[in-house]
């Protein structure tokens, strides 16, 4: 799927949720709507060794999991990351969902970066929870307006670094250079 179809899907979730570009998108209630639990590794397993190595010496390399069986899905989840990068990981997963991905083993880079079996797919899920999470225009909008990255994120209850994602690829920058420039030859 292209930019502009994985925009138009992200506008269609949020409408389904009654959601205007104002509203932070929240993974959870799409997970009690759709019945697709979000599970910590901690309420997961017992395991000590799990949790010792995805929760202690080990938590940078994974964020969130789809798994499904069946027709039944689940998603676990790092509980050792910030609130606003759980909402993210977790926006990340529902986007796989919503997409219709087949599952894929996929795991977090040092850098952050997601990488994975399917590079497509997980380029499609991270472009698809940015627009759920931070819509497309009002990214834009707030790059036009001047509207710092710290006021986007807590306005979407996102991260400072998601929100600053969002704002460069809305092409809100270039329009307001283009604008600039104008203002500047006419004054």
């Excluded at 138009?8 to 009690?32: G, I, Q």
């Excluded at 999991?65 to 910030?82: C, H, K, T, W």
């Excluded at 991270?126 to 225009?137: N, R």
């Amino acid at each position: 799927m292209n930019k502009a179809a994985l925009g138009r899907l992200a506008k269609e979730v949020r409408k389904d949720f009654h959601l205007t570009d104002d509203h932070p998108f929240d993974p959870f209630r799409w997970s009690n709507e759709n019945g697709i639990p979000f599970i910590s590794l901690r309420e997961f397993t017992a395991d000590e060794a799990a949790m010792r190595r995805f929760l202690e010496e080990k938590p940078h390399v994974w964020s969130a999991a789809l798994l499904r069986d069946g027709r039944r899905s689940l998603v676990i989840y790092n509980p050792e990351r910030s609130a606003e990068r759980i909402r993210s990981d977790l926006t990340h997963e529902v986007a796989h969902f919503e997409a219709e991905h087949d599952p894929s083993p996929a795991w977090t880079g040092e850098d952050n970066t997601c990488g994975g079996a399917s590079k497509a797919q997980e380029k499609e899920a991270a472009e698809l929870a940015g627009a759920l999470l931070v819509p497309q225009e009002k990214a834009k909008v707030a790059v036009i307006r001047g509207i710092t990255a710290d006021v986007v994120a807590t306005r979407f209850q996102v991260s400072v670094e998601m929100a600053s994602w969002r704002m460069r690829m809305s092409g809100g920058y270039a329009i307001r250079e283009r604008s600039r420039r104008k203002w500047s030859r006419t004054a």
